[in-house]
C-alpha cells in the first residue's frame, strides 16, 4: 500500500503560475499536489489578469499579500520572504513554459513543469545545465506514469518476463477536436496556434505523453532513427498537425510506432501503450489504468490488477491508495506524482540522494528532442531521420 506517513510534518511551501480559474490541468495541479499534504499553496500568479488573480486566489484561501500580477513578481517578492515559496508548478502554455522555467531556476526554486518543457532542444539543454547548477529538482508532469501498473510492467520487461522486446506499439488518439472546435474553445485554440503551442499539435500535446510511457517501461531502449507523417484534416490548422503517424527503429533492433490524433471521432482516449517480446506481450490502456494485460505466448491471456499480491514487491510499485479491486484515476496517478516530486526535493534539500524515479528535466528534454526530430522528418518528406 501507498505510505502516506512517509512526507507527515514535511509540506513544502508551494506557489503556481497559470492554471487559474476554469483550468482543467490548474485543477489537477492543485488536487494531486496537495493529496498527502506534501504541498502547501501559498502564492500564486493564476491569470495573465491581476484581477481575476486575486479573486480567485482569495477563494482557494490565499492571503492576498500573496497574489500577484505575474511571475516575475511573484519570484521576486517571495524571495523577499522567509517563508517564501520553495518550488513552484507551472501550467501555462507551451510557449511560456522556457522562459518561466529559467527564471524560477535562477530564483533558486524548484520546478514542476507542464509538458512539453520547451520549443527546442538548445533550450531543453539550458534548463538541463541551470538546473544542474542550482542543483534543484525539476519535474515534468507526464501525468499518466504516476499508475501503478505502468511500473509493474517496468518490472516485467527488467526482470525479464516479455523476453528480449521486439515491437512497442504507443497511440493516444481522441476524437474530440474531430471538427473545428477552437473557434469557441480558448483552450483549443492556443493549441493550433505555432506561437503559443509551437511547431507541432498533437504531437507535443498528447503524443509525447504515448512516447513517454515506452520511456517509462523499457528505458533500455533507445531510438536511433524515426520516420513521421502528419497530417492537418481540420485544414485551418496547418501548418500544425491534427494526426500523425511515426516509425521508429530502436538501436537493438526492435522497432516502434506510434498514432497521435485529435480526429479519431468517437473516441474517448485510446491511450494504449504495447509492448511485445519474444516470450510474452503486455498492454496498458488508461481509460482502465487498474489492469495490465498479459499475454504469454501457448497460454491464456491473463489480466493483472492493482494492488494484489502477485505483482512486482517494491516502492515504486507499492503505490496503490485504495486497495486492489477499488477503482484508481488520474487523480491518483498525478498525485503519486506529486508525492515523488516532494520526496525527491526533501531529498536535494538535505543533500541526499534522490532515490526515486520521477519524470524530469532530462526526460522532458528527451520529449522535446523526439518533437525536433519528428517534425524534421515531416517537413523533409516524411524520410527516416538520425536520431
Wanted: hydrophobic fraction near 40%.
Amino acid at each position: 500500500m501507498f505510505n502516506e506517513e512517509l512526507l507527515q510534518g514535511k509540506s513544502l511551501r508551494w506557489g503556481m503560475v497559470g492554471g487559474g480559474r476554469g483550468s482543467e490541468v490548474g485543477y489537477l495541479h492543485r488536487g494531486s499536489a496537495l493529496r498527502d499534504n506534501a504541498f502547501t499553496l501559498v502564492a500564486g500568479a493564476f491569470d495573465i489578469d491581476p484581477q481575476r488573480c486575486i479573486s480567485f486566489g482569495e477563494n482557494l484561501g490565499i492571503a492576498r499579500d500573496r497574489l500577484y500580477s505575474n511571475y516575475q513578481e511573484m519570484f521576486a517578492e517571495e524571495a523577499k520572504r522567509p517563508d517564501g515559496i520553495e518550488v513552484v508548478s507551472i501550467a501555462t502554455p507551451n510557449s511560456t513554459h522556457f522562459e518561466i522555467a529559467k527564471a524560477a531556476l535562477e530564483a533558486n526554486l524548484h520546478v514542476i513543469c507542464e509538458k512539453p518543457l520547451c520549443f527546442t532542444v538548445e533550450q531543453a539543454q539550458e534548463l538541463i545545465d541551470l538546473t544542474e547548477k542550482k542543483n534543484r529538482v525539476f519535474g515534468v508532469t507526464y501525468g499518466y506514469t504516476g499508475a501503478q501498473m505502468l511500473h509493474q510492467a517496468r518490472k516485467m520487461v527488467e526482470n525479464g518476463d516479455l523476453g528480449e522486446i521486439r515491437v512497442i506499439n504507443m497511440q493516444f488518439a481522441h476524437g474530440f477536436h474531430s471538427s473545428e472546435v477552437e473557434t469557441s474553445s480558448a483552450g483549443a485554440k492556443w493549441r493550433v496556434t505555432p506561437e503559443i503551442a509551437g511547431q507541432t499539435y498533437v504531437l507535443a500535446d498528447i503524443g509525447t505523453h504515448a512516447f513517454f510511457l515506452s520511456e517509462v517501461i523499457a528505458p533500455q531502449l533507445k531510438v536511433k532513427e524515426l520516420l513521421c507523417t502528419r497530417q492537418s484534416f481540420i485544414k485551418s490548422r496547418a501548418p500544425l498537425e491534427d494526426n500523425a503517424v511515426v516509425l521508429l527503429q530502436y538501436e537493438n533492433g526492435a522497432i516502434g510506432n506510434l498514432w497521435a490524433s485529435a480526429v479519431n471521432a468517437g473516441s474517448m482516449h485510446q491511450h494504449k501503450i504495447r509492448v511485445i517480446g519474444s516470450k510474452a506481450s503486455i498492454e496498458w490502456w488508461d481509460e482502465h489504468p487498474n489492469q495490465l494485460k498479459y499475454e504469454i505466448q501457448g497460454e491464456p491471456a491473463r489480466v493483472l490488477d492493482r494492488g494484489m499480491g502477485y505483482l512486482y514487491q517494491d516502492e515504486t510499485i507499492n503505490c496503490d491508495r485504495a486497495g486492489g479491486g477499488h477503482a484508481e484515476g488520474l487523480f491518483d496517478s498525478w498525485a503519486n506524482l506529486y508525492h515523488r516530486f516532494a520526496v525527491a526535493i526533501h531529498a536535494k534539500n538535505n543533500n541526499q540522494e534522490v532515490k526515486i524515479n520521477y519524470p524530469s528535466v532530462y526526460d522532458g528534454a528527451e520529449g522535446v528532442k523526439f518533437l525536433a526530430k519528428c517534425v524534421e522528418s515531416a517537413n523533409s518528406g516524411s524520410t527516416w531521420v538520425n536520431y
